[in-house]
């Protein structure tokens, strides 16, 4: 028997890396097809109309041309849409316009939500059991500390993304201790911690996850407190015209049956931070 040189090694394990990214690609491509061709067959009705805010990014959705093509999110609500039996359509809003398209009925549900968000939310809606748990956590470059406490950091800004609120690190900032330094989403919150403009930053983990897949192990990104952990799931608009009890019972099953596990995994290969 003849002994396997390194070189040969090294192109088994390249080969077995493009393998796997390509089942990936092809599972997805695969689930597309078949939602798109579940799609078709429907029975005519309204489309369920999904409002997207333009700060999400991937692995949650990818936004080209204005409107989803891929990512986490945006499987779920596709297939969400699939299995009720009405087309899905997608309405990609600035996010300080989405509570209010959701308020005047210019869209039908919101997911990615938690109703601690949304303190003063006016209109008759209901929610979804939680699908997903996420936290929110204060991330650094390395060589870093493995651990921080917020309240003992020094003068900084702190990577952010505008809109959002971070209830735990809130006090900071009325304070003056913290700065916040505002991009448009996760993803330039995580660039720009990367390229030295600040020393943390803030992000959920599967954002956390996607970015640092690209990166070497000795570059990656890494968690050095959780601020807080958040339930979040979907919230539908309780109208006559909208198949409210469908759309919960579908989210359910889809929960429970572990698809939303499923889909999670293709994108992050991790399906531990998704059950609440």
Not at 48 to 56: E, T
């Amino acid at each position: 028997m003849h002994p396997v040189r390194s070189s040969n090694l090294a192109k088994l394990d390249f080969g077995g890396y493009l393998f796997q990214r390509s089942i990936g690609a092809f599972m997805r491509l695969a689930l597309g097809a078949l939602l798109l061709i579940s799609l078709n067959g429907a029975a005519a009705g309204a489309p369920l109309r999904f409002v997207v805010p333009d700060s999400w990014a991937m692995p949650m959705v990818q936004l080209e041309h204005g409107q989803p093509t891929q990512g986490i999110l945006y499987d779920v609500m596709l297939s969400l849409a699939s299995q009720v039996g009405v087309p899905a359509e997608f309405h990609v809003l600035p996010r300080a316009r989405v509570q209010s398209a959701m308020e005047h009925g210019e869209v039908d549900i919101r997911c990615y939500a938690a109703q601690s968000w949304l303190p003063n939310q006016s209109g008759d809606y209901i929610w979804s059991i939680p699908l997903w748990t996420q936290p929110d956590m204060l991330i650094s470059r390395p060589p870093g500390p493995a651990s921080v406490s917020p309240e003992h950091l020094s003068h900084q800004s702190i990577g952010t993304v505008l809109g959002y609120s971070y209830p735990t690190l809130q006090p900071l900032f009325d304070s003056s201790q913290l700065h916040r330094d505002d991009a448009r989403n996760q993803e330039q919150v995580l660039q720009k911690l990367q390229a030295g403009r600040n020393r943390y930053a803030v992000s959920n983990q599967w954002s956390l996850e996607w970015f640092n897949q690209r990166l070497s192990p000795e570059q990656r990104l890494q968690s050095v407190a959780v601020l807080q952990v958040q339930r979040v799931g979907c919230y539908v608009r309780n109208d006559p015209e909208v198949p409210v009890q469908r759309i919960l019972r579908t989210l359910l099953r889809m929960k429970m049956s572990g698809e939303i596990d499923d889909i999670i995994g293709l994108y992050i290969g991790s399906k531990s931070e998704a059950t609440p």
